[in-house]
């Protein structure tokens, strides 16, 4: 038992006042909690996935070394993986102890972590065209990949599930709106005059795309993307505040809701955490900023390996490295849709999608902005429209609250064309 110091009379009894010592550790590890040789147990040992862990060093040294182009992009790829599951087991943990409002903080932080540091490492390397792919990938491989395989698992185990149609329309819409401000950039470019090459352009410019545009045309464009990011950002924030505030009966599912009518009230699983608040958060920076080192040299390899082995760098960036990088949610997701939690599976697939187009895409936009890179809203007409048809199904397959197996496997079909399509281009 820890040393106490006494304090004067509290009604007629000795009240015990804590020492800087003992205020120390309650501050680390609140009573109840697990201790930090239990929570970094259970965090560096609690999962097979974690033995990939030992391909970080080699990582670094395949970078620092020189190695061969496509052996540091490998080990760098790969390597990612469990990074991606330490971030979305820390966050997890200091989510339970946290509550539910810190938690959609710490998810729209730390949800999609390893798309910002790599969209941030890209952005300043100057591959603008990486940023955009691997931001739209990550989209599409939420809402397509991850949602299809949910659907078709959650309707093979439990033929059909349900879930609140109306959070999910809610978060359908913004999902269009998000879409809609990728479509007006693409109007703008198309509306104007496109120059002949070294006339008048913009010599800073950093965007490929837009380097056919006259003077007036690029400052326009950048104009209307960082004005619509900041706008997102607002949009972002009122979602976060109408989610876990305002309308949050919306998203509980009123088969976990104990204020349900009695026939309908299910007992709530109560998970308990294997790490303190304090350890998770500790794990938490570490990891991050490990991934941050990662990243960069998974970034630096990318241009040589696609040169070699003719992979476009489009598909690159909107296929694997979105695979890589929610590999965690990937699992979480289809394992939550099995056990017929889809109010769950919706959150992680949409508001994943959410968080990226209205938060992670509008601060690159604004972090480039910054820093003197002019990263643009502005897409290939050929993303803009396979992400237009893809929010497009969802919304019409998600408007009903139930989903199957064969709902799944449409989704999945889509993203598959999508990527053979960005294969051959």
């Known amino acids: 038992m820890l040393p106490t110091e006494q304090s004067p009379l509290l009604n007629g009894h000795p009240r015990q006042r804590r020492s800087l010592y003992q205020s120390f550790v309650v501050f680390v590890k609140a009573e109840g909690e697990p201790s930090w040789l239990a ?3 259970w965090f560096i040992f609690g999962s097979w996935l974690n033995l990939l862990l030992l391909l970080v060093p080699i990582a670094a040294a395949s970078h620092y070394l020189n190695w061969d182009a496509p052996l ?13 599951k330490l971030l979305g087991d820390a966050t997890e943990q200091m989510s339970l102890s946290l509550g539910q409002t810190l938690a959609g903080l710490l998810n729209a932080t730390f949800g999609n972590a390893v798309e910002i540091i790599v969209g941030i490492t890209a952005l300043l390397q100057g591959e603008v065209r990486i940023v955009q792919t691997s931001m739209l990938g990550s989209i599409l491989s939420n809402i397509l990949l991850v949602l299809g395989c949910s659907f078709l698992a959650g309707g093979i185990y439990n033929h ?10 809610t978060s359908a819409s913004l999902m269009t709106l998000a879409c809609i401000t990728l479509v007006i950039p693409a109007a703008y470019h ?6 002949a090459p070294g006339d008048g352009k913009l010599l800073a410019m950093t965007d490929p795309l837009i380097s056919d545009l006259d003077e007036d045309g690029q400052k326009g464009l950048l104009i209307i993307s960082r004005g619509t990011a900041i706008l997102l950002l607002g949009v972002y924030i009122a979602y976060l505040i109408f989610q876990l505030k305002t309308h949050a009966h919306l998203f509980i599912s009123k088969r976990q809701d104990p204020e349900a009518r009695p026939g309908e009230r299910v007992e709530v699983e109560e998970e308990t955490p294997e790490m303190s608040v304090v350890a998770a958060s500790v794990g938490l920076l570490g990891v991050t900023i490990l991934t941050s080192f990662v990243a960069d040299y998974l970034v630096a390899s990318i241009e040589e390996t696609a040169t070699r082995y003719n992979i476009p760098k489009t598909f690159i960036g ?3 490295l979105p695979i890589v990088a929610n590999a965690a ?10 056990k017929n939690k889809m109010e769950l599976t919706i959150g992680i697939c949409v508001g994943s999608s959410i968080q990226i187009a209205t938060f ?6 604004v972090i ?26 969802v919304n019409l397959l998600i408007q009903d609250g139930k989903s199957n197996y064969m709902e799944g496997l449409m989704l999945i079909t889509l993203y598959l064309v999508i990527a053979l399509a960005f294969w051959v281009s």
């Open 368 to 393: 480039g902005w910054i820093t003197g890179h002019e990263l643009t809203l502005f897409f290939a007409d050929f993303e803009t429209v396979a992400f237009f048809v893809s929010v497009l199904l």
């Open 329 to 338: 949610e990937h699992v979480t997701s289809v394992w939550m849709a099995m």
């Open 190 to 195: 198309s509306a104007k005059h496109v120059i």
């Open 160 to 169: 059909e599930s349900e879930f609140q149609v109306t959070a999910a329309q």
């Open 39 to 41: 929570s970094y147990r």
């Open 360 to 365: 992670v895409v509008p601060l690159l936009v």
């Open 318 to 320: 909107l296929i694997l």
């Open 72 to 84: 540091r992009f490998g080990f760098s790829f790969v390597a990612i993986v469990p990074l991606a």
